[in-house]
Nanobody, 122 residues
Framework: QVQLVESGGGTVQPGGSLRLSCVASGTFFRIYNMGWYRQAPGKSREWVAR???????NYEDSVKGRFTISGDNAKNTMQLQMNNRNPDGTAVYYC????????????????WGRGTQVTVSS
């Protein structure tokens, strides 16, 4: 069973910076296309950024130039550096990835972490 565990959340001032991390643990072959999502109070969960297995990245338009996603395939970890968070409000940030449990078994299982809270407060 695979677990994704996020860390790094906390309280940040408007315009401040924060770095989130996600670690995958358990028994699995590989995890692909890890990404970050967020859910603000009373709103739906939205995609933020993704890092692919080849290292390429994608970002939601509103975070481009401010957020940087990175991943280490060998360590099954992922980070999200968030700078200049002025437009971003309080939200829970979730880690997601496509898990292949065994080599040779087709298909990826979409797996979520429990989230880490990011609170904006001056």
């Amino acid at each position: 069973q695979v677990q994704l565990v996020e860390s790094g959340g906390g309280t940040v001032q408007p315009g401040g910076s924060l770095r989130l991390s996600c670690v995958a643990s358990g028994t699995f072959f590989r995890i692909y296309n890890m990404g970050w999502y967020r859910q603000a109070p009373g709103k739906s969960r939205e995609w933020v950024a993704r890092v692919h297995s080849d290292g390429s990245t994608n970002y939601e338009d509103s975070v481009k130039g401010r957020f940087t996603i990175s991943g280490d395939n060998a360590k099954n970890t992922m980070q999200l550096q968030m700078n200049n968070r002025n437009p971003d409000g309080t939200a829970v940030y979730y880690c997601n990835g496509g898990v292949v449990e065994q080599e040779g078994v087709p298909g990826q299982i979409s797996t979520w972490g429990r989230g880490t809270q990011v609170t904006v407060s001056s």
